[in-house]
């Protein structure tokens, strides 16, 4: 390879301005519009992630201003960075510039033209690949991944460019690569940031957790495996300790790695009620991890999201009764699966399966029901798999049938080595006597140690050593407090005044960026006059408190250190209210006016904060921003927590319920009673709903304890609620909720074979439902009208034949967002009209499913001939399918989806299907709502099957 030497900048400008002449590969597209300066401009930020205007001045023809002008409105697009909103080359223009250039030198002495930024990860990595020097993207950071996609999707552009490249030797990164290695590094780098260089200790916990999860024992269960619980107060170390374990298996070079799983509940759309969610990030990452298991895993990802879909489909439409059993069947099946990609994963000899589920306490919110919930899938899921090792992590014991490892804070001699090292870290040695009377005044929680060590490298030895009344009050004070004086202590050291003053009240924002330092702190923490540059100054120098602040990564802002934040928040609060109620009036307003997710997310933070009624912040709620607000319960009044929990669907116990209002109240009872009933708890649901006698006028209350009732068997009393409960909401013009109570006290009557008293109760929902603006509430009247008049016996009356024509009439009229939000109707329309609208029939197939077990399934099964399933069989492999063994080894989501695509080609033995599946439907309708939980092996009911 030729010696390279520097270019000069005056090189560089007359090279760019120069015309060429040659070229080096196949001749490119036309090049951009308006050459001269222009084409300076463009060559000049063509590997530029972002640039400010005033990079590329001087580098064009005069007049500068103009030319720049032109160029940037022309050929340039704003972007969101690190630093704030700047210009990038438009996607058009920069491949189109890219395939006018020769190739790596070109390349290189374009980005001499500007000054480098380190931010800008496209411009850094570029570079790196033109130079040779980038390290295989298994070794980049999460910053250089970035950097390199960027480039990746430049080059991926410019094929002629990407073309001379690679003839003349520079490695180039795939795209695909790069993705799978930025989708791997999001896993593993929050578990490197929690257990780094400086991580100490712990020997003994993570010597009993590597010996539990390099075990190579078969469990088949949880009981057997007694998977480890470790617990501890906030900030002591619990995340890091498994992250370190994670990290210590994964990156093992001595011998082979254990697959691992990290699930955190920090994350809002892991939920312990739905425990697929798990499931499918647990396949997300094990394809992720290990590469041999990867295929079976994606399968399975999707499998599972399909499943979920239809599950919350039905959980969303919120009728009365539990998920249809073939969505609960469906988890065995993906449980089984997930087994078999365990088993891949773990390779020959088989090796054991690390799957961690921290901060817990999470998912503790949710109440006994979700964790029931949660312990019996995780139960099935270590039968699946006997060499999966559970880990648990939070803040309180779990109980049986994990066994616990408590996490004190750190022995003293580990605590004195903790401490040396963060000194260290610092440049800073001190004796270990020292060390020790430190340790000994402080505890031996890491975060009170990490601040300890500030306080020693802001004010040496002496800081600690000297001052008497600081030792007498650290020796008296529990954890958080310690922590909080020494916060406060590390806070008396920042030199720019300013700064000292806004970073205690600063806690009171959950995000830090220049704009709220000059618009929302800059009065309360009376710092006068702020102007933009002002505000950014002291956003810098609050940046470089590390010790207080952590970076956003790829944006202009900071956020407290969690850990700081929870501990010394409460105090900020009771010693400061009104500045702290200040700020979060000024944060309202100051969000208020903005557009986005997040910005609604902290209005409804700071809303919160201040105990606004439940009628306010209904008014400004969106469940996309309260997704971002999951980590913000514990730091709310009371009445908040209440609300925040209830729109998130945490439980809450009934002392905490008792401070709601009577909106909230009944929102959060309605819930609770909804997961009791769904648990087959009726006993404790109509206790918990008669909670607040004066609310039972609520027909979302009335509902639940009518069913609450009928799933106790106490029908004559059920009736006369659901009677009562119509009168009521009559006299409050609840259109809407007597439909609702008119359906449910039907469906009663029905499943006790009184099919006039429950034509008659239709009768009455239905005028109600013809004043309400949308078609469904009417149509599900109709449809259920429509069952009862069948099962009668009258379905071929006049009455019932003029109405099935109605029906037929709005269920055309359905658009496809109301069918995929109201599957269930969709389903109970099929069954009675199915055979007349064939599409009915296809969409609850992929809406719901196709069930092959119980009476429904029998009853498919039953209806099909051998000549019905073979046309299905070779129908789906003339589009070459992917057919699984059996109809057993499919969920049944990808069962309808393989039916109602076979139903769409308009097969041979289509109608034998449509009637086959309305059958089986038909099945799931009459099957008693109620009556189903107390015997569930009834024989199905043959009556009505009629037309």
């Not at 390879?1 to 015309?19: F, G, Q, Y």
């Not at 222009?38 to 992630?49: F, I, M, N």
């Not at 009624?613 to 009044?637: F, H, M, S, Y």
């Not at 015997?935 to 037309?947: C, I, L, M, N, R």
């Given at each position: ?19 060429r002449t040659e070229d080096e590969h196949t001749p490119a597209p036309s090049s951009p519009p308006n050459a001269g ?328 919110r949710h109440g006994p029901d979700a964790m029931a919930r949660l312990w019996d899938f995780l139960d099935r899921l ?536 309305v059958k089986s439907y038909r099945v799931e309708t009459d099957r008693p709502t109620f009556e189903s939980l107390r ?13």
């Open positions: 390879m030729p010696e390279r030497r520097t270019v000069t900048s005056a090189e560089v400008r007359a090279r760019l301005r120069a015309r300066s222009s084409t300076v401009y463009r060559e000049a930020a063509v590997l530029l992630g972002f640039f400010d205007a005033a990079d590329l001045v001087g580098l064009g023809e005069p007049p500068y201003d103009q030319a720049l002008r032109d160029f940037v409105v022309r050929d340039c697009e704003r972007v969101s960075t690190p630093v704030g909103t700047r210009w990038c080359l438009a996607p058009r223009v920069r491949s189109a510039t890219l395939e006018t250039l020769r190739g790596r030198d070109e390349l290189l002495g374009t980005l001499a033209a500007t000054r480098p930024r380190a931010a800008d990860t496209g411009r850094v990595m570029a570079e790196a690949y033109l130079r040779g020097s980038a390290r295989d993207v298994e070794g980049q950071s999460m910053d250089q991944l970035s950097g390199t996609l960027r480039f990746a999707e430049w080059l991926a552009a410019a094929p002629r460019t990407t073309a001379t490249l690679t003839k003349q030797g520079v490695h180039l990164p795939d795209v695909g690569a790069v993705r799978r290695a930025i989708e791997v590094t999001a896993i593993l780098q929050p578990l490197r940031l929690l257990a780094d260089d400086h991580f100490v200790g712990r020997r003994a916990e993570l010597g009993l957790l590597s010996e539990y999860v390099e075990d190579r024992t078969s469990f088949p269960g949880l009981a057997a495996c007694q998977p480890v619980a470790v617990y501890g107060p906030g900030g002591v170390g619990k995340s890091a300790l498994v992250s370190r374990l994670l990290l210590d298996h994964v990156w093992t070079v001595d011998h082979r790695s254990l697959p691992l799983c990290y699930l955190t509940f920090d994350r809002a759309d892991l939920l312990p009620q739905l425990p697929l969610t798990l499931l499918a990030e647990a396949a997300h990452q094990l394809g992720l991890l290990s590469p041999e298991a990867a295929d079976d895993a994606r399968r399975l990802e999707r499998a599972v999201h399909r499943t979920l879909a239809n599950a919350r489909g039905v959980i969303d439409e919120g009728n009365a009764g539990t998920l249809p059993d073939h969505l609960r069947d469906d988890e065995d099946e993906l449980i089984r699966r997930f087994g078999l990609v365990a088993d891949a994963a773990s390779g020959r000899p088989p090796v054991p399966l690390i799957m961690v589920l921290d901060t817990m306490e999470r998912a503790q270590q039968r699946a798999h006997p060499l999966l090792r559970l880990v648990f992590a939070g803040r309180s014991p779990l109980g049986p049938p994990s066994r616990t490892l408590a996490l004190p804070g750190l022995e003293p001699a580990l605590a004195v080595e903790f401490l040396r090292h963060q000194l260290g870290a610092a440049g800073i040695r001190v004796d270990k006597e020292f060390l020790r009377s430190v340790t000994e005044r402080i505890g031996e929680n890491p975060l009170s140690l990490r601040l300890a060590a500030e306080v020693i490298r802001r004010e040496g030895e002496e800081g600690l050593r000297a001052d008497e009344d600081l030792r007498r009050i650290l020796s008296t004070l529990e954890d958080e407090e310690v922590q909080a004086v020494l916060y406060r202590r590390v806070l008396d050291h920042l030199d720019d005044p300013d700064l000292k003053r806004i970073a205690s009240p600063g806690l009171t924002l959950r995000l830090i960026t220049p704009d709220l330092i000059r618009q929302v702190l800059a009065v309360p923490c009376r710092l006068g006059e702020v102007d933009d540059a002002r505000a950014r100054q002291l956003f810098r120098l609050l940046a470089e408190e590390g010790t207080l602040m952590d970076p956003v990564p790829g944006r202009e802002a900071l956020v407290h250190r969690a850990d700081v934040r929870r501990t010394t928040l409460p105090l900020l609060r009771r010693d400061s209210p009104e500045g702290t109620r200040d700020i979060h009036r000024r944060a309202v307003e100051y969000y208020g006016a903005l557009d986005g997710v997040e910005a609604r997310a902290e209005e409804l933070y700071h809303r919160l904060a201040l105990g606004q009624d439940a009628g306010i912040l209904d008014a400004r709620w969106t469940p996309e921003a309260g997704v971002l607000l999951d980590g913000a319960l514990d730091e709310l009044p009371a009445s908040s927590r209440v609300y925040l929990a209830d729109r998130l669907r945490f439980a809450v116990d009934r002392d905490t319920l008792g401070a709601a209002d009577s909106t909230v109240w009944a929102r959060q009872t309605v819930r609770r009673g909804r997961d009791l009933l769904d648990a087959g708890k009726p006993a404790e649901a109509l206790s918990l709903l008669r909670g607040r006698p004066e609310e039972g006028g609520r027909a979302e209350i009335a509902v639940l304890e009518i069913e609450a009732l009928a799933m106790l068997g106490r029908m004559d009393e059920a009736r006369h609620r659901e009677a009562l409960a119509r009168r009521q909401v009559l006299r409050t013009g609840d259109a809407s909720g007597f439909v609702e109570i008119a359906l449910l006290g039907a469906r009663i009557a029905e499943d006790l074979a009184q099919f006039a008293e429950a034509l008659g109760i239709l009768d009455l929902a239905r005028r109600a439902a013809r004043a309400l603006p949308t078609p469904v509430p009417l149509l599900r009247v109709d449809v259920a009208r429509l069952r009862a008049y069948r099962r009668s016996g009258a379905g071929r009356s006049p009455e019932a034949t003029a109405l099935r024509r109605a029906v037929l009439e709005a269920a055309d009229g359905l658009s496809h967002r109301e069918r995929v939000f109201h599957p269930t109707l969709v389903r109970d329309l099929a069954a009675e009209v199915g055979e007349e609208m064939p599409e009915l029939v296809s969409d609850t197939a992929r809406l719901l499913g196709v069930a092959v077990e119980g009476w429904a399934g029998t009853t498919l099964g039953d209806s099909l001939t051998e000549d019905d399933v073979q046309d299905f069989t070779s129908v789906a492999v003339g589009r070459e399918a992917t057919l699984p063994a059996g109809w057993d080894a499919f969920t049944s989501g990808e069962r309808g989806e393989e039916i109602a695509a076979y139903l769409d080609t308009a097969p041979e033995h289509g109608d034998e299907w449509i009637s086959a599946l015997a569930e092996d009834a024989e199905p009911s043959s009556e009505g099957d009629s037309p």
